[in-house]
């Protein structure tokens, strides 16, 4: 995941190891990051800066949204994405699948300020494929978030042409999704080919970045889609105050960091255009 170098950091203790049906869990206790949980060897998310993800892979879609009263989040097992949707006022309804029971539970017993999403009284969860679930529910979402892991082993399905093309049947008209996509410093194939899939299934979608110090590069980004044709990523339809942020316990999304996650790098727009 970092080419040619490596990153590290001290671990306290080992929490828990085991091996699901789908991958292998690993939570740690760490000197600096707090606790961290990596599946295949991938960090998902660690403590000192979950929020980053978590927030902007929820609010950029829902605040693009003019009503999203009805969410699907597929992934998500560690309850931070179903946290900060149910912030969201306009939220009414939120349904999330996870493939892996195994996440959830370990996340329950040692992620509890992630997995404290799981509580809201919004959410029903199920244990089940994404990719199955769509299949049976057409036209019923008005935002449908994918945070999976990387497209190596149980997500990389999720990734591909036709899961996009489900997601646009299982959503309302005007629609939106994000998907998590990758980094445009190492991954920038994958950023390319997720956006063209994207672009291909609905006719509005970008990529808007965010800053996770603990990821590859400690860059990554989303790639979001809308089936209203006049949707302006970059001009959220909800905006919240300095006192809103504060009220929804926000850490990094605001609405000019919303504004802002739209400007790419001239590089990154170079490729994406091509
Ligand atoms: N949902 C976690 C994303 C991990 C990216 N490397």
């Keep these: 995941m970092w080419p040619g170098g490596t990153f590290s950091f001290e671990v306290k203790e080992v929490l828990h190891k085991e091996k699901s049906k789908y991958q292998d869990i690993l939570v740690l206790d760490t000197t600096s990051l707090g606790r961290v949980l990596v599946l295949d060897g991938i960090i998902q998310c660690t403590q000192k800066d979950e929020f980053s993800y978590q927030e902007m892979i929820s609010f950029l879609p829902l605040c693009c949204h003019k009503n999203p009263e009805k969410v699907l989040i597929v992934g998500g097992g560690d309850g931070g994405v179903a ?25 329950k017993k040692y992620l509890p ?6 509580e809201s009284k919004k959410l029903k969860l199920h244990v089940g494929d994404g990719f199955e679930f769509m299949k049976n529910h057409s036209q019923e979402f008005d935002v449908i978030i994918t945070d999976s892991s990387d497209p190596v082993g149980p997500a990389v399905s999720l990734f591909q042409e036709n899961y996009f093309a489900l997601m646009k049947s299982a ?11 990758g980094t445009y410093w190492y991954s920038m194939d994958l950023v390319s080919s997720t956006l063209k899939i994207c672009k291909n299934q609905f ?8 800053s996770v110090p603990t990821y590859p590069s400690g860059q990554i980004g989303f790639v979001i889609g809308s089936l209203d044709s ?22 990094y999304y605001s609405t000019d960091v919303h504004k802002a996650a739209f400007a790419l790098p001239t590089f990154v727009k170079n490729e994406l255009e091509k």
């Design 83 to 107: 946290r900060e949707v149910a912030k969201h006022p306009l939220v009414k309804e939120i349904v999330q699948v996870e493939i892996d029971d195994k996440v959830i539970e370990v996340s």
């Design 113 to 118: 300020f992630m997995a404290v999403g799981f």
């Design 171 to 181: 959503l309302k008209p005007n629609g939106i999704v994000c998907s998590q996509a």
């Design 203 to 210: 006719p509005k979608a970008a990529y808007a970045t965010t």
């Design 230 to 251: 006049d949707v302006q990523f970059d001009k959220p339809t909800l905006t919240f105050s300095r006192q809103d942020e504060l009220s929804m316990n926000l850490r």
